[in-house]
């Protein structure tokens, strides 16, 4: 199952016609779509199958793999493009071909499958553990286009980290426009000595991620200037820090911060933690906004606003009732599900699980000391400090 390019386009251009979220690739956007709990929202997705094997059902007379798939196509299911080769210096002819049409392909794609052709030969190969022994992948080296970095913006994220985000002229690349590549951190900036106006080239990592892999000083306007790292938070003014030995630069002003406090709601609400379904980011910026919530704690004051939450655009009466009934039922949740919802710095799932086996409760967590915390199983003195500190603070601890 996949999304088509076209219909990807589609789908994020009418999710920012209605202000709603846009996917960063139709990989993510597929995956996305087939996890829907509501199966009408899935089969409103621009989604496509396609057809790569039978495990059972083949007419006896098909012997071969390729007759296989052409059988299928006969029928009516969408299969990729076949080409039997025989032998590498013709499967090599062939991936470059496929390289060199790829952009063209309606869909994404990272590589090709070799796989032998003859179905008795793939019977008497089998399997290893976790695949065939009669297929190979060969993935593609990503593919790099030059665009101009127009600007370089600082956001804000949840923990307070200051990550610089280059905004590029729009660009495609793999058949997906770019605008918009990460430059991870400060460090980074001064390594590539990237400057705003600088021609760079871009390739998606993974065919996923857009990374500036190089920059043309030679062509370089001659009234650049070095990038600074940013002496207060674009967000809230507090001052920025670059802690000794961290590679990224944090904003100091905490939850006072409304970037981090935006962004612990997120994470505070996502699946992998209270999973409260139905209070997606823009809910949660626009309760945010209109000065419904404010902290974690509020979300579960939000069934004493219900008349207020009604009013705001597009959300409606049962939409209300099924975020309230969502919140109420995340109340029945895994202490490690809630450690790990609180966003503490350095503590991610599994250091979140660790927790909750090794303490027990909430009450012990809270009280516990260094010495403590350093028991546990993969807790190291960075993360047991910031645990620590994080159980002290007099806002955490009202929240909490």
Known sequence: VLMPKAGFERLNRLAEENDGKTFANPRNAAAGS??????????SRPLAFYCYSVNQ??????????????WLKDIGFSVSAVEVVQNPREAQAYYESVIATRSDLPFEIDGIVIKVNS????????FLSREPRWATAYKFPAETVMTRLHSIDWQVGRT????????????KVGGVTVSNVTLHNFGEIQ????????MVSVHRAGDVIPKVTRVWIDQRPENSEPVKLPSTCPVCDSPVVLPKDEALARCTGGL????QQVEALIHFVSRRAMDIDGLGANWLISFFEHGLIKTVADIYQLHNHQDELITLERLGEKSVQNIISAIEAS??????RFIYALGIRGVGETTAQN???QFGDLDALMSASIEKLLLTPDVGAVTAELAYKFFRAPHNIEVI
């Open 191 to 198: 390594r590539l000595d990237v400057r705003a106006g600088d």
């Open 355 to 357: 927790l909750a086996q």
């Open 119 to 126: 179905l008795a030969l793939q019977q008497q190969l089998g």
């Open 34 to 43: 087939l996890r829907q709990l509501d199966p009408s929202i899935a089969a």
């Open 160 to 171: 307070g980290a200051i990550t610089p985000v280059g905004k590029l002229e729009p660009v």
């Open 331 to 336: 109340k029945h949740t895994t202490l490690a």
């Open 57 to 70: 059902g083949l007419p006896e007379s098909i012997e071969t793999q390729s007759a296989a798939l052409a």
């Open 256 to 259: 006072f911060c409304p970037a």
